[in-house]
């Protein structure tokens, strides 16, 4: 909004990522396009020249706050979760065992996600939730090669999920179906 409103305002876009659009990347479902669609509206934005992305900088550690804060009129800090939330249960840390944190990153391209090493031989996969990136990962399990290939999803992830044995999911979740915290999309 501040970039329409003044072409006396640019925006400087520092990001751990080495490529720019964040969640909207790394974190929705490649078969969700029309969601994706936003990194149409953020690249006109860049391309008017009042917008620029510095990718592979981690803040607090390759620049510190404090410097952000010298340069710059106003600081906005958004992030994610910069690291995996553990249950504390009993065989968390087995072999297989993943975050969806983790999966997501793989089939979408993280570069830390890039070489996890995914066992899809059984055909049961079972996970832990019931909001919308749980149901993002049991569709991407369960969804035809046919279907995935026309996404955006990873060629090292196709080509895993395409061999896959998986046919089950069974989704475990702490409460009853009223709730669930995913849309109707997501189903």
């Not at 475990?172 to 997501?186: A, D, H, Y």
């Amino acid at each position: 909004q501040l970039l329409k409103s003044s072409e006396q305002i640019s925006v400087d876009i520092v990001d751990r990522a080495p490529a720019p659009f964040g969640l909207v990347r790394y974190g929705v479902a490649p078969d969700h396009p029309e969601v994706k669609n936003v990194i149409n509206q953020f690249t006109a934005l860049a391309k008017k020249g009042q917008c620029q992305f510095y990718g592979n900088v981690d803040i607090g550690g390759d620049v510190p706050l404090v410097a952000l804060r010298q340069a710059y009129h106003g600081v906005v800090l958004a992030y994610g979760a910069a690291s995996d939330k553990k249950l504390g249960v009993s065989g968390e840390d087995l072999a297989n065992m993943l975050s969806a944190q983790q999966f997501v990153g793989w089939y979408n391209g993280v570069p830390e996600n890039a070489d996890l090493s995914i066992d899809l031989s059984s055909d049961t996969a079972v996970i832990f939730g019931h909001g919308n990136v749980a149901l993002d990962v049991a569709r991407i399990l369960l969804l035809p090669y046919e279907v995935l290939k026309k996404t955006d999803i990873t060629d090292h992830a196709l080509e895993r999920l395409r061999n896959s044995c998986v046919r089950k999911v069974y989704l475990v979740g702490r409460r009853g179906p009223l709730q669930v915290s995913f849309t109707i999309k997501e189903l």
